[in-house]
């Protein structure tokens, strides 16, 4: 059990980093994009470095970079508020912590589900984005692999925070 959580939790961490990436990709794109078009306004025209697809690489990069930041903040990414847990003793905070956080593995799941069946619909309809031509199927195929990343480690860290509440 505790190598699936180390390597849950590895998988998870190697995603943070991505999602830092994805990032710096949707900050570098809307900055080259606005150079780009101050420079086109600027020559009136005349020198035109403007390029197509800026807006799908900022939203699909920050689809990535949020459905890639979930699965290794599900442990820490809650607010404890000690007006109503102050009172409380730990074993029930600790298993109301579980609840919280394997409501978040339940989530992953019904979004692994939803976007799984969407994959085949896309690939049956062929669809794309807009202006880059990426089929859709491939976008959906990554987000199902993040949710469902978020999925595994939901539970098993709501698992951790159940078996740490019985201590």
């Given at each position: ?10 998988v998870a961490f190697y995603m943070h980093v991505a999602s830092g990436v994805f990032l710096i990709v949707m ?64 074993r029930l905070k600790g298993i109301l912590a579980g609840i919280y956080t394997l409501g978040f593995g339940l ?61």
């Amino acid at each position: 059990m505790r190598t699936i959580m180390d390597a849950a939790k590895k998988v998870a961490f190697y995603m943070h980093v991505a999602s830092g990436v994805f990032l710096i990709v949707m900050m570098v794109t809307i900055i080259l994009d606005v150079i780009s078009r101050a420079i086109f306004g600027a020559t009136q025209g005349g020198v035109d470095i403007t390029f197509n697809g800026g807006v799908e690489i900022v939203s699909y990069s920050l689809l990535f970079c949020v459905l890639f930041a979930f699965p290794y903040s599900v442990r820490r990414g809650q607010v404890i508020v000690d007006l109503f847990t102050g009172g409380m003793r730990e074993r029930l905070k600790g298993i109301l912590a579980g609840i919280y956080t394997l409501g978040f593995g339940l989530l992953g799941f019904g979004m692994t589900v939803r976007f799984y069946e969407a994959i085949w619909r896309l690939h049956d309809s062929g669809e794309t984005t807009q202006d880059l031509l990426i089929p859709m199927e491939y976008i959906y195929g990554v987000a199902t692999f993040a949710v469902a990343v978020l999925a595994v480690r939901g539970v098993l860290v709501a698992l951790q925070q159940f078996m740490d509440s019985g201590r």
